[in-house]
């Protein structure tokens, strides 16, 4: 095996596009947004007598508490070699050990797409990795939906309440769903943002991060915003990534005092119906924790309303850490404490 830094786009979609479990933080844009946001990549693939058949996006972070090297829901292993996945992993981390050494990195942090399960688990931690304190900045579970079925099957696999909310919101002349591709919207979007992040109390994602990745996913026309306003004034606003077959529900924000007219419900049919006509297969909801035993969790009453709209859950592999310095353990004494400062 030998790892070789892939520069080709084409080549690196189309090896994504064969495989099962994936997100766009594993896309070339998302690469490219990565470097836009000024933080340096690796876009590493993993080739066996020259084919390719695994990859992995590698960003550097550069954080206050130390820096260390983030695989985001990868590696990526076509499915018909997922028996290697031992030998994928310890390849790469012998790879990024020789970087960490060159940049002065404190651990690694990765998450892959893989099943939550003993196997599973046993492969990382005979590779000398261990739980992280906290997510690697992306879901460890999500609720998804199969969106090939007709409209009126979607529909009647919802639950009976989300049923009736959409189609109660569509009677309403005083709703309107705007999509739109533009860019400079995600200044609308940011301010909404903070509005909701002021009402419940966390740190939003910067305007820039916002406009950069949109302009980035749009360029390859992949993002789109959606805007409920009820008589003309903005309630809520999502932001939908396509990608490879896949919507992802990635940015959503609403004002509380018009909750009773339910948009942000309209929203997302709206979005599936977008997504159905791109010809995605999967709608995946971003995120999800077990709202019935965490139901003080932040995420639980976003997941009851996610799913509402029919799907399933998965849950993969939590967020693992290989130490490379000293300084590791106090950073991980550190998140430890943010942690259950934020009731996580």
């Not at 919207?185 to 009402?199: S, T």
Request: aromatic share 14%.
């Amino acid at each position: 095996m030998e790892i070789k830094e892939i520069e080709n786009k084409e080549t690196w979609e189309n090896f994504l596009l064969d495989c099962e479990e994936k997100t766009f933080l594993n896309s070339w844009n998302w690469g490219e947004f990565q470097q836009r946001m000024g933080n340096k990549i690796w876009r590493l693939g993993v080739y066996k007598q020259g084919k390719l058949f695994a990859l992995t996006l590698v960003t550097k972070i550069t954080a206050k508490r130390g820096n260390f090297l983030l695989i985001q829901h990868g590696p990526n292993i076509k499915s018909k070699v997922k028996d290697l996945k031992s030998k994928v992993v310890e390849v790469l981390l012998n790879e990024l050990k020789k970087i960490g050494k060159e940049k002065g990195i404190d651990f690694i942090r990765m998450n892959p797409l893989w099943e939550r399960n003993q196997e599973n688990q046993n492969i990382l931690r005979s590779l000398g990795l261990r739980k992280a304190p906290i997510h690697a900045s992306a879901y460890e579970a999500t609720w998804k939906l199969d969106i090939t079925p007709p409209e009126e099957e979607l529909l009647k696999n919802m639950r009976k309440t989300t049923r009736y909310l959409i189609r109660q919101t569509l009677k309403n002349q005083d709703i309107l769903v705007e999509k739109s591709e533009s860019p400079s919207d995600a200044i609308i979007y940011h301010k909404l943002n903070m509005e909701v992040a002021k009402r419940q109390k966390f740190v939003p994602f910067s305007s820039e991060f916002i406009k950069n990745e949109f302009e980035i996913f749009s360029k390859d026309n992949q993002a789109l915003w959606f805007f409920g306003k009820s008589k003309e004034e903005l309630v809520a606003a999502t932001l939908i990534i396509f990608w490879s077959d896949i919507a992802f529900y990635h940015q959503a924000a609403s004002r509380d005092k018009y909750a009773k007219l339910s948009i942000p419900y309209l929203i997302l049919w709206e979005a599936i119906k977008e997504a159905k006509k791109r010809n995605c297969k999967i709608f995946d909801f971003w995120g999800y924790v077990d709202p019935f035993k965490n139901p003080k969790h932040p995420w639980a009453g976003p997941t009851l309303f996610k799913m509402g709209f029919g799907g399933v859950k998965k849950e993969y592999l939590k967020t693992y850490d290989f130490p490379l310095s000293k300084k590791y353990w106090l950073i991980n004494l550190f998140e430890k404490l943010r942690k259950i400062k934020r009731g996580l």
